[in-house]
């Protein structure tokens, strides 16, 4: 009866999550970079916390320290799960905006942001393989950029009151959306130490994008809106391999190998283009009174580009793991409705690793702790005003290990991570992101169909 009642919590917990993160795709922006209104919107990570807190190494990565790890970036580390497993958890980012005005003054802005982050799901078929499935960010979209031209006209105040732009026009682009990626993976121990393993992914949601000129301070004013909806579904595939050498007297010493790439596939959008007016009282912005053009378009399609991951990792059992990732994204190649966006091919270094001082510990809690960081250099795959887009940043973390249950067949974990880093550049009248990330997740190891004999 509890494994059956275990399996409908799992469930529940399973289409609410996916629910309330499908919800959040189609609706809300998720980030505020002006650096998302390129393609399709800033790229997530398929990273979970405990791995954004080493530098966000996966490719070469299956259990740490013990613990089953689900790891959709390679799905081959699935082979590796002997535990029913699941971990969720919850994503916030606070970033502080900066550019160089043409006075030469710097000026600044704070965004901050929240929001669910993943939940996953791995269940062992027999001792050689294992199932995972989940729902993860794909791609986010959320930025505000106006420009004003002002002195087109003011009016005369009352005694002691400033004048008035009357005719100040602002130029306003922004957007909001996301993408979510609701994926299913198997991962097959071939050999003791070769595991392949692939996912297929459903990429879904809806990116929203507008361009307003208005005049807020004049009265009756009709201020033009242009508003374009991509609606997008459609499947993607990721396939990896891992290859490990065990060393030592007890075989706890091991370097893995590690490949992992997603598919140059096609998926589906559909464009809504829409042409509307509206009008401004009392500095309030007041519903469109009308629009003048809605169109649809016929579904087409977005090239998606093919993204390869190589990774190298060394664990030692209950001490220690180091590794690193190289990533090449092939995104000169992504085209949307057959048109292609220009960008170039971005390259990522990961590097990182977890120290755990004394995982048996009876009476030091700081020494069952997992220790993590990391660094990340991307070379993103945007060049604007001729200057590349470049993301550095330095990660840090814990693996917090709670008390197992009375039987010792189940284990927890809570995983944080922080991430402190820089994106862009004031050059060329660009912009920096100063932003520092939170990753908090919640992981459970739990024998859920064991068999139990008695004599």
């Known amino acids: ?25 189609q609706t809300i922006a998720t980030t505020s970079s002006p650096y998302s209104q390129y393609g399709l919107g800033t790229i997530d990570p398929a990273l979970l ?48 905006f900066s550019q160089t005005a043409s006075t030469g003054s710097n000026v600044s802005a704070t965004n901050a942001d929240f929001r669910l982050s993943h939940v996953a799901f791995a269940i062992p078929i027999n001792r050689h393989s ?40 602002n130029y306003i682009n922004s957007g909001n959306g996301a993408l979510s990626k609701a994926y299913l993976g198997y991962g097959y121990a071939v050999t003791k130490h070769l595991l392949i393993g692939a996912n297929l992914s459903y990429i879904f949601g809806n990116l929203q994008q507008f361009s307003s000129s208005e005049v807020s301070n004049l009265y009756g004013i009709l201020n033009p809106r242009i508003e374009q909806n991509n609606s997008v579904n459609g499947l993607n595939y990721d396939y990896g391999i891992q290859y490990s050498f065990d060393f030592g007297e007890s075989n706890q010493k091991h370097l893995v190998l590690g490949y992992s790439a997603s598919a140059n596939s096609k998926i589906n959008t559909t464009n809504t283009y829409i042409v509307s007016q509206y009008t401004y009282s009392a500095g309030v912005e007041n519903i469109a009174v009308d629009s003048l053009i809605k169109q649809q378009s016929s579904k087409s399609t977005i090239q998606l580009p093919q993204i390869n991951h190589f990774g ?22 992504l085209s949307i409705a057959g048109a292609n966006q220009g960008f170039q091919d971005s ?24 220790y993590r960081l990391g660094i990340i250099y991307d070379q993103t795959y945007l060049n604007v005003n001729n200057v590349n887009i470049n993301t550095k940043a330095v990660t840090f973390g814990f693996g917090l290990p709670l008390a197992p249950n ?12 922080a ?31 064991q068999k139990y004999k008695f004599e």
């Open 312 to 333: 190298i990792s060394y664990q030692y059992d209950t001490h220690f793991l180091i590794g690193a990732d190289y990533t090449m994204g092939h995104w000169s190649s």
């Open 406 to 417: 009375n039987t010792n067949s189940a284990f927890y974990k809570i995983n944080f991570s």
């Open 419 to 449: 991430e402190i880093g820089q994106t862009g550049t004031l050059q060329n009248s660009l912009v920096k992101d100063n932003f520092v990330s939170f990753h908090l997740g919640f992981t459970v190891n739990d024998k859920w169909f």
């Open 347 to 370: 390259k990522t270094i990961n590097i990182g690793g977890q120290f755990t001082p004394d995982i048996n510990s009876l009476h030091n809690y700081f020494a069952r702790m997992d």
């Open 130 to 169: 294992a199932l995972s499935f989940g729902l993860l960010p794909y791609s986010e979209m959320g930025y505000n950029n106006v420009t004003t031209l002002s002195n087109f006209g003011t009016v005369q105040p009352p005694k002691g009151y400033p004048k008035i732009d009357t005719n100040a026009v």
């Open 49 to 96: 916390p405990q791995n954004f807190a080493m530098g966000g190494i996966a490719t070469a990565i299956n259990r740490i320290n013990g613990y089953n790890n689900i790891n959709p970036l390679n799905p081959a580390s699935y082979a590796t799960i002997n535990f029913t497993t699941i971990d969720a958890g919850v994503y916030s980012n606070v970033s502080t």
């Open 1 to 25: 009866m509890i494994k059956f009642t275990r399996l409908f919590i799992t469930i529940l917990l399973a289409v609410s999550a996916f629910g309330a993160m499908a919800q959040s795709a």
